[in-house]
């Protein structure tokens, strides 16, 4: 679905990434670690086209990034579910418009969606606060709006940058528990954290994959786990 | 052509948009007002452009057709040399340039011209009415004081009358008038275009988190531009309207002025004309809308 070619990446000083070669293919199930400030976010946005390598190729969906216009990659974000590290939301709308909007903004007809909304923000426990605006929520209640915003299309992709960084252990693992039904579902899913407990906990119930970038490049990781 | 058709087609789904598309940009304070009342302001300074620009042409028309052909020869002399003196009058009205055609009027001719001054039975053959030659000009006219000199050597009673000569510079100032009028109503359009674009430019840039998190979620540049253009050409229209409809009141309840302010009674509309400043809020529309949709597309294009 995603692929990653000798890719390399800089901000316009030294390199952040190089060389990195990353497959995620139909339905597999990827960790990234690695220390704060090794480039998880950056390795995030080269997937969703936030940004563009600054060497090798990557290819979404098959095509390449570098050909894509802004209408390509609108179309190809309907089909990536993205949780942002710092969760942006559209202040001056409710949680609940904030979770339909990709719905709205891609056209489809609201109501087939409303269950849907009221499902995942049940999920992830946020009923209460439907009407509540986003500034009005605390950290670990945004970073779950935006998993349920990510998953209101039913994405085949789920980019999660640290999904559970806010919230208590018990709902990590309810969030994490939800990952894994999606996988089960055929969703292919990249979640970068710190978290090494998280991954201690997923291992036996999900064939997951654990990266580290390590000096610029991604090594196997979680061996230890 | 296709553009035409294309941008026709934006413009309709522009308006006919769903009322949900236009809330995901913020409503923003400043920017809006200020398009209301650019709007307002320049619609209301265009309907008064308007109407001089109306009022000064119709003047300029009917002092011009006023002058055409209208100068004369008056020859008074005594009857037996009457005849001798219109004939020589007009041979040298003939050779004379700028002139196209000259001709002696009938008794007739006169007569229905004095009617109205001395009633029905005047008896002409009673009174020395002098003879009149009907000049029709062309191009700029005869040399006025050559033919003057020469009428009064070769025909002693002849007199050139070219009483509505004076209005001659009227006319070119009716008509520099109107060409600054017109000239008004271009200068508000592209100030309404530079305004605009700014006020669109300022919305723009201060909703750049909103832009990026509607990107974020799959939203195409298109549906972008549309919040902010549905909003812009919404408010340049309200704006316009109100101020033609305040302008149009004004000039409805001009003091009508006497006769000898027919210039000042003049600025107004009239009959259908009236119509032409329900165009304005269209106009300030469309201009709104082309604007804005040029402002949103070249900002969407640069940033990535
Ligand atoms: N917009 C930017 N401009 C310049 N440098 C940047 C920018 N964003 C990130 N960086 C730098 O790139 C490096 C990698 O940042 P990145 O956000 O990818 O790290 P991370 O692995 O996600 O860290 P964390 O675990 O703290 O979220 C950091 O050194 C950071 O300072
Ligand atoms: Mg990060």
Known sequence: MIELKRAGFSYG????????????????????????GSGKSTLMKLCYQALF??????KVFGKDVRAMTHDDIAIIRR????????????????????????SQVSG??????????????????LTKQI??????????????????????????????????????????????????????????????????????????????????????????????? | ????????????????????????????????????????????????????????????DRWATELAGTSTVRISAPAGQMDAQAKTVLGILETTPGIASARLMSEDEQRRLLTPWFGVDLPMDNLPIPSLVEITEEGVGPDVNGLRLRLQAEAPGAILDDHTRWRRPMVKAAQRLRLLGGLSIGLIVGSTIAMITLAAQAALSANGQVISVLRLIGARDNYIAKAFVRRFTIRAFLGGLIGSLIAMLFIYFLPAVAEEGAFL????????????????????????????????????????
């Open chain 1, 13 to 36: 000083g030294g390199a952040i990434l190089a060389d990195v070669d990353l497959h995620l293919t139909k339905g597999s199930f990827h960790f990234l670690t690695g220390p704060s």
């Open chain 1, 53 to 58: 390598p600054s060497a090798g190729t990557i």
């Open chain 1, 79 to 102: 089909r990536i579910g993205v949780v942002h590290q710092d969760c942006q939301f559209l202040d001056h709308l409710s949680l609940a418009e904030n979770v339909l909007m990709p």
């Open chain 1, 108 to 125: 489809r007809d609201l109501n087939d969606d409303l269950q849907n909304m009221n499902q995942l923000l049940n999920w992830v426990g």
């Open chain 1, 131 to 225: 009407n509540s605006l986003p500034p009005q929520l605390s950290g670990g209640e945004r970073q779950r709006a935006a998993l349920a915003r990510a998953l209101i299309l039913s994405p085949d992709v789920i980019l999660a940058d640290e999904p559970t960084g806010n919230v208590d252990w018990e709902m990590g693992q309810k969030l994490l528990n939800l990952l894994i039904e999606l996988n089960k579902m055929g969703k292919t899913i990249l979640i970068a954290t710190h978290d090494m407990n998280l991954i201690r906990v997923a291992k036996p119930q999900v064939a997951a994959r654990v990266l580290r970038i390590q000096d610029k490049r991604i090594v196997a990781g979680g061996a230890d786990l």
């Open chain 2, 1 to 60: 052509m296709s553009k035409i058709s294309q941008y026709w087609q934006i413009a309709q789904d522009t308006l006919s948009g769903d009322q949900n598309a236009d809330r995901v940009v913020p409503p923003s304070g400043y920017t809006a007002s200020l398009t209301t009342f650019v709007s307002f302001a320049m619609a209301f300074l265009t309907v008064f452009a308007l109407a001089l620009f109306l009022a000064t042409g119709r003047l300029a």
């Open chain 2, 265 to 304: 009674t003049g600025l107004g509309f009239q009959g259908v004309q009236w119509l032409l400043p329900l165009f304005i809020p269209v106009i300030a529309a469309i201009i709104a809308f082309v604007s804005t949709r040029f402002a949103a597309n070249s900002k969407l294009q640069r940033t990535a």
